[in-house]
């Protein structure tokens, strides 16, 4: 059976995450509807990550086994047409080998959380940003950040029901950047690593939210990680600022498209 990759664009307001539910409305119940709309089901579609609800992708990737041999273009188009009218989209479509695997063939994960800090309630961009009205101190979480860089037991930034086998994870990367314009600053926190717990992300930004704020202290990220308890975090932030920004893998299937 011809495998194929797609990389998926969605807001993920109306949905109770990606992962199939039978109760709620899903980002991969709604792809797997309009892949047996253009051919016979059922079908499975196995993704590099799973968001929790209200998370957002601009970049999720995800695979599928098909009993024909489709041209990608006319896949692609298809699909998006019986997606309408979810906001959901597929932007790219490859056909891959037997062997890749969406999940398992990913070397990286990229997330994006956007803060917009303001005094003025969110209009245009809500449920896209995380409203936050005192200005942060972009210097301050910085320094915080770095105590998180490299790999350490990440038990303070997980959710009690993360599901992952080890707390221990390399976090490669966290870039900070302010974006000043004329509907306030925005804020963007740039995270990459390997693999992520369920909330680290959330957690991370939520303790270095704190920093910015000025309740907190940069030493103070490095005695929570070292604490190794959850209750040594944070707030977690709200999901509607986050987004699965990107997946590496070793042979990009969408390099030809980019």
């Not at 803060?115 to 936050?132: F, N, Q, Y």
């Amino acid at each position: 059976m011809p495998r194929y990759a797609f990389r998926i664009e969605y807001d993920g307001a109306p949905f109770a995450g990606w992962q199939r539910q039978v109760e709620h409305p899903s980002v991969q119940g709604a792809i797997e509807a309009a892949l047996a709309r253009i051919e016979p089901g059922p079908h499975t579609i196995a993704a590099a990550g799973r968001t929790d609800a209200g998370v957002h992708a601009l970049a999720q990737v995800a695979h599928c086994d098909l009993g024909r041999d489709w041209g990608t273009f006319r896949l692609s188009e298809a699909l998006n047409y019986h997606l309408k009218p979810l906001p959901i989209a597929i932007t790219a479509c490859e056909r891959v080998s037997e062997d890749w695997h969406a999940r398992f063939s990913a070397t990286e994960r990229r997330y994006l959380f956007r803060i917009l800090s303001r005094r003025a309630p969110v209009t245009l961009d809500r449920g896209r940003v995380w409203h936050v009205r005192p200005k942060l101190d972009i210097d301050a979480m910085r320094a915080g950040a770095q105590h998180l860089i490299g790999m350490h037991d990440f038990t303070t930034f997980r959710s009690t029901i993360c599901q992952a086998a080890s707390p221990v994870k390399t976090l490669d990367s966290i870039e900070i950047s302010e974006h000043p314009g004329p509907a306030g600053t925005e804020i963007h926190f740039r995270l990459r690593a390997r693999s992520f717990l369920h909330n680290q992300v959330r957690s991370i930004v939520g303790t270095l939210e704190r920093v910015g704020a000025g309740s907190w202290q940069p030493d103070q990220v490095r005695a929570a990680i070292e604490a190794r308890d959850r209750a040594a975090c944070g707030p977690v932030c709200p999901p509607h600022g986050l987004y699965l920004a990107g997946v590496g893998y070793a042979h990009d299937p969408f390099a030809a498209q980019d």
